[in-house]
């Protein structure tokens, strides 16, 4: 029943420094995508994956870089992470299809940038 | 442009009345529309959506949703409210046509604040 992990839970950074906020799911879903939730803005998608080896840019990609070598895993890199990246990170999945649009969040990580 | 809107940042009802939250949308076609619910240091869940078909769509937890495409509304419902509904509400709307991006555009939320 794991469903979508995420970790780490927090997070503080300093600015320019790097991280990868990991997300693995176990439900077989052809489709990621991670999402920031700042207050005020709803929830704004950054990068997606329909599959492993191909991902693509979303609403808000800048500063941000994402892979997929597995289905599973879904990490999110902060290169050189700035104050205006202060934010909680979700990441969510969903098999492919137009009849099933159900998306599966996992619980987040809250990141501070200093 | 596709947008959401939820008017109303918060909403307070007393436990056992009536509870509506607003959601208002701007989108090309027909729209796939949806309700997630976030409870405190939770990731969203999945409360219902309306693809198609009859407008009133029941989800999760007792709650319902009227699709209005005159007035290009979903607003989510439920008959008797419990203090345990409290949470942040999204609304969210996905375009026909926008493919395997799957994105969906979400509105700012709304809190629910149930009082026993």
């Known amino acids: 029943n794991a469903g979508v992990t995420q970790t780490p839970k927090f997070q503080v950074l300093k600015t320019g420094q790097s991280m990868t906020l990991q997300c693995a799911q176990d439900?077989?879903?052809?489709?990621m995508s991670w999402y920031r939730q700042d207050p005020g803005m709803g929830l704004r998608l950054i990068h997606y994956?329909?599959?492993?080896?191909?991902?693509d840019q979303g609403e808000v990609p800048n500063g941000y870089n994402v892979s997929r070598s597995t289905t599973e895993d879904f990490p999110l890199r902060l290169l050189s992470a700035a104050p205006s990246q202060t934010s909680v990170y979700f990441c969510?999945?969903?098999?492919?299809?137009?009849?099933?649009?159900?998306?599966?969040f996992g619980s987040g990580t809250q990141l501070s940038v200093l | 442009a596709q947008s959401v809107a939820q008017p109303e940042d918060q909403v307070n009802v007393a436990e056992g009345n009536p509870l509506t939250v607003k959601c208002t949308y701007s989108?090309?076609?027909?729209?796939?529309l949806f309700w997630y619910v976030q409870y405190p240091n939770r990731g969203l869940q999945f409360l219902l959506k309306?693809?198609?078909?009859?407008?009133l769509v029941k989800g999760s937890y007792g709650f319902e949703a009227e699709f209005n495409k005159s007035q290009t509304s979903f607003h989510l419902k439920k008959p008797s409210a419990l203090v345990s509904d409290s949470a942040l509400y999204f609304c969210?709307?996905?375009?026909?046509?926008?493919?395997?991006?799957?994105?969906?555009?979400f509105g700012q939320g709304t809190t629910l604040q149930v009082k026993p």
């Open positions: 969510a999945s969903r098999t492919q299809g137009a009849t099933n649009e159900k998306l599966f």
């Open positions: 439900m077989n879903h052809e489709y």
């Open positions: 994956s329909v599959g492993a080896g191909i991902t």
């Open positions: 989108v090309s076609g027909n729209p796939y």
């Open positions: 309306y693809i198609t078909g009859d407008n």
């Open positions: 969210a709307v996905r375009a026909p046509g926008s493919g395997n991006t799957g994105k969906l555009i």
